[in-house]
């Protein structure tokens, strides 16, 4: 609402980015950060809807399943939960095909994608405080027997700060080789996913027509 109707206003030109870096700022490395810079508020779009997805979700979505179902029961929930994330690109893409692509512009595109993000963020926030509430109101009833203590009550789980997590993990060889497959397994598909767009591009180089094929 603030950043996109004043980008031409926000964006420095590239020719003053250029003359700022240091180096020769026309080729190599220098010249594409000299194009992010220059483009800076598309890259922090970029950069929060990585954030938003990968993290604000994915990341607040299991920690939440994991403190309200019980470790006997994850084998019986998280494949559900698994394969019911599975629709999530199946509807977003038809409502980019059918919908966001046939704009009369990529700007109008973009004005339609935000308000579905903006409209799936505020149902996130209504089912997860729907279900706060009613897993307070029947919490005797949710619980199983290893989540509670002795005199009924519920055990708190310890929280670490980020250097503790980090400390917790390093300590763990299982925990570390854990890491090392995520680790590897993010740079892979991030290496991969920018080859095969870069050449999407260049059969598409109308952001529409980009957006229907993505979709």
């Known amino acids: ?38 483009h800076w508020t598309s890259a922090l779009f970029y950069i929060v809807s990585e954030i938003y997805s990968s993290v604000s979700v994915g990341l607040l979505f299991w920690q939440f399943a994991n403190d309200v179902v019980p470790v006997d029961q994850a084998k019986r929930f998280y494949p559900l939960f698994s394969q019911m994330s599975g629709l999530a690109p199946v509807l977003a893409g038809q409502y980019v095909v059918r919908f966001a692509s046939k704009a009369t512009d990529f700007s109008s595109s973009m004005h339609r994608l935000t308000a579905a993000v903006s409209f799936a963020g505020i149902m996130i926030c209504f089912f997860y405080n729907a279900s706060v509430k009613y897993i307070a109101k029947n919490e005797g009833v949710q619980l199983s027997a290893s989540a509670v203590d002795g005199d009924g009550k519920k055990k708190k789980k310890p929280k670490m700060s980020m250097m503790e997590s980090i400390k917790f993990l390093a300590s763990s060889q299982y925990l570390r080789l854990i890491a090392a497959l995520v680790l590897g397994y993010g740079l892979s598909i991030n290496f991969t996913e920018v080859m095969w767009k870069s050449l999407v591009k260049k059969q598409y180089p109308n952001p529409l027509d980009y957006q229907r094929f993505m979709g």
């Not at 996109?4 to 490395?29: C, D, E, F, K, M």
């Open 1 to 38: 609402m603030l950043i996109y109707p004043n980008v031409n206003r926000l964006h420095p030109s590239l020719a003053a980015v250029q003359a700022i870096l240091p180096g020769n700022s026309q080729t190599g490395g220098m010249a594409v950060l000299a194009n992010i810079v220059s």
